[in-house]
């Protein structure tokens, strides 16, 4: 049966030399880092900002052999995964009170993490939770903000605008909008312009004009 008291005495551990040793190893395998579940206390580098870092707080405690649980310190200034590739990037920063998880890297990432850049080792730690990496989206809430596919349809919700910065947008389809549009440029409907567009077989009267050109 899996125990709970890693790294951590146990009362049959001094029963044989065997025993012992067997604690002794158990002992030094408990110091590598292991991957985390952890809640997130600050964030910091978000938004149109190169990738930041989170404080998080591990939520499984430690244990020693009496069974008595102790809760593991904050980790401070981890840096979070954005999915990014070049200057392109999908922007969903963490946020306090997100559960994540923490990788650990097997050397001191210090200097990497202040320089951004190739860099030796900051010291000689290894397997250290102060050299974590945040991967967020475990174990959250149901999103009340998300752009992404519902029952088979692709649905943008937002508490805010919704910005759209580009050179040019095309839309292949048919467009039907509820609410209002506001354009500070012309629309354009297959070359026919909002803004200057004619009407031919004007007349004075009751009568209609023809379809805008």
Known sequence: MASNYSGSLRPTDASSAFQ??????RRV???LGAALPVKVLSVNG???????????????????????PTPRGVIH???????QGGTRAIICDPAVGDTGFIMIASRDISTVKATRSAAAPGSYRQHD???AIYIGG???EAPTEYIGWVDGDVHVKTAGKFIVDAA???????????????ATGDVKAENIS??????????????ETGAPQ
Do not use: W
């Open 20 to 25: 012992v040793q067997t604690a002794m190893i």
């Open 77 to 83: 200034n981890v840096p979070y995964i954005r999915l």
């Open 29 to 31: 395998l408990s110091m």
């Open 129 to 131: 939770t102060a050299d």
């Open 168 to 182: 040019e947008m095309d839309i292949n389809c048919a467009v039907k909008v509820a609410g209002e549009i506001a």
């Open 46 to 68: 978000v938004g149109v900002n190169p990738v930041g870092f989170v404080d998080v707080q591990p939520l499984v405690h430690q244990i020693d052999g009496a069974g008595n």
């Open 138 to 140: 475990l174990l959250n």
């Open 194 to 207: 909002l803004q200057s567009h004619i009407h031919p077989g004007v007349q004075a009267g009751s009568g």
